[in-house]
């Protein structure tokens, strides 16, 4: 492929359904379960986010667990729950592709395709999803560079897929304090690097659920197009990441706090 820039900074507002992200809309809030558990928790989660303000709805379907032994996702019965809880509340869903062999399942169900830190370097899925034609949430590798990110959806890009979203979880450092430390100078670099919009996951950028509210409004406050936030209605319960997951009135709450900066 001959090399010429395609993401130069010129602003590109992607489109799901009704909802424009980037470019000066307003930001979007992505919540929902770490993973998909079953029917009843994932309707009625939905349904609680729908009543306190949601825009898209997040649940994972093939989790992509450092555990083998961990809880892996419920599959295609997973995608169809999130199907059925999106005719319920009429939010789009966002849900991880994790390798090719289950494109087509995906596209199915999914509205916003997303591909996680693990999988950022992943060329050849990357050009798998430069090649359809739906939006491509694409995650920050915990340990990539702006550069080496910004390469990553230049991969979609040039494989014909400008619609891109791109999402801020954090990186490693030297500190364990916090699961990753959260880059909120890469919402500003990113923006004008590519023109993409750039949206933050808190939850996984700092796995601790009291920084969930702060690192929101510096998020928004640095010009972030939206927020993904880990949401479950029984957080205790949850069979992925329930330390770092907001009950809907703590989610509400975080949805109240910022808006006066937008
Ligand atoms: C997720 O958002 O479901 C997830 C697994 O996050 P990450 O890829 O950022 O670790
Ligand atoms: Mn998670």
């Given at each position: ?150 390469y990553a959806a ?55 659920k009291s920084l ?28 992925s990441d329930g ?20």
């Amino acid at each position: 492929m001959k090399y010429k820039k395609i993401l130069t900074g010129d602003k590109v507002v992607v489109e799901v359904n009704d909802l424009k992200i980037g470019g000066n809309n307003k930001p979007i809030f992505i919540a929902g379960p770490c993973s998909v558990e079953s029917r009843e928790q994932v309707i009625e989660t939905a349904i609680q986010l729908k009543e306190r303000g949601c825009d898209v709805l997040r649940g994972g379907a093939f989790k992509p667990r450092t555990s083998p032994y961990d809880f892996q996702g419920l599959g295609e019965e997973g995608l169809k729950y999130l199907k059925e809880a999106s005719e319920i509340t009429n939010l789009p869903i966002v849900t991880e592709l994790m390798d090719e062999t289950s494109l087509d399942m995906i596209l199915e169900y999914a509205d916003i395709i997303q591909i996680g830190s693990r999988n950022m370097y992943n060329y050849s899925l990357l050009k798998v999803v430069g090649g359809v034609n739906k939006p491509v949430l694409l995650k920050r590798g915990m340990s990539a560079t702006i550069r080496e990110w910004a390469y990553a959806a230049e991969y979609i890009a040039a494989y014909g897929n400008k619609n891109i979203i791109l999402c801020e979880r954090g990186i490693r450092s030297f500190d364990s304090y916090t699961r990753n430390t959260l880059d909120i100078s890469a919402v500003p670099i990113m923006k004008q690097e590519t023109g993409l919009p750039v949206i933050v996951d808190p939850s996984h950028g700092t796995g601790i659920k009291s920084l969930i509210k702060p690192m929101s409004r510096a998020s928004i406050a640095s010009g972030a197009d939206g927020l993904m936030i880990e949401v479950h209605f029984k957080p205790e319960n949850a069979l992925s990441d329930g330390f770092q997951s907001l009950t809907p009135d703590e989610y509400l709450d975080v949805i109240n706090s910022i808006k006066t900066l937008y």
